[in-house]
Antibody, heavy 119, light 107 residues
Framework: EVQLVESGGGLVQPGGSLRLSCAASGFTFSSYEMNWVRQAPGKGLEWVSYISSSGSTIYYADSVKGRFTISRDNAKNSLYLQMNSLRAEDTAVYYC????????????WGQGTLVTVSS | DIQMTQSPSSLSASVGDRVTITCQASQDISNYLNWYQQKPGKAPKLLIYDASNLETGVPSRFSGSGSGTDFTFTISSLQPEDIATYYCQQYDNLPITFGPGTKVDIK
């Protein structure tokens, strides 16, 4: 059974940093592209970042470019999101999601981890 | 960026009704359009990919159609468990963008 489990969310002050993790199981992690998608409270879905299966190709939404860094450790079946210079508008539930055909569609999602940026 | 719009933003229908949601892209996206269902407090779930392909395990009452800029999502016979918000998503160009969602509930 495919499972994606996010962790690392919490309350952080504006300007602070946080590192999210996503532990994958039930599939060959190193063969799949991965993404982070977020959802602000009561709002819609916003794609954040994509990483290829090898980690060699990475893309970001403009809203996080230069502040967030996506990475993966295929030996540990894990995906990460390092978030720096956090802003109030980064407050959201962050989901990791497996994608098919590069960034095509997201066939499995984690349960999400809440990041709250507030003083 | 490709803008996605959905209509209606919400709807209320009776069990057994046929429900239709439309999604429009701001430019031609071929068939690079997916549909998700999200129940409150849960992660989104993929229902339809490439405009009309039913994801494995998804009930056949769900269907999708369209190409270019105009797409339609249909629930042929609404069931109580279909209460959710539905999102379209394009992947023709980065950044990936989602529609604003359509909230479906039971009348």
């Amino acid at each position: 059974e495919v499972q994606l489990v996010e962790s690392g969310g919490g309350l952080v002050q504006p300007g602070g940093s946080l590192r999210l993790s996503c532990a994958a199981s039930g599939f060959t992690f190193s063969s799949y592209e991965m993404n982070w998608v977020r959802q602000a409270p009561g709002k819609g879905l916003e794609w954040v970042s994509y990483i290829s299966s090898s980690g060699s190709t990475i893309y970001y939404a403009d809203s996080v470019k230069g502040r967030f860094t996506i990475s993966r450790d295929n030996a540990k079946n894990s995906l990460y999101l390092q978030m720096n210079s956090l802003r109030a508008e980064d407050t959201a539930v962050y989901y990791c999601a497996r994608s098919i055909h590069q960034w095509g569609w997201f066939d499995y999602w984690g349960q999400g981890t809440l990041v709250t940026v507030s003083s | 960026d490709i803008q996605m719009t959905q209509s209606p933003s919400s709807l209320s229908a009776s069990v057994g009704d046929r429900v239709t949601i439309t999604c429009q892209a701001s430019q031609d996206i071929s068939n690079y359009l997916n549909w998700y269902q999200q129940k409150p407090g849960k992660a989104p779930k993929l229902l339809i990919y490439d405009a009309s392909n039913l994801e494995t395990g998804v009930p056949s009452r769900f269907s999708g159609s369209g190409s270019g800029t105009d797409f339609t999502f249909t629930i042929s016979s609404l069931q109580p468990e279909d209460i959710a918000t539905y999102y379209c998503q394009q992947y023709d160009n980065l950044p990936i963008t989602f529609g604003p969602g359509t909230k479906v509930d039971i009348k």
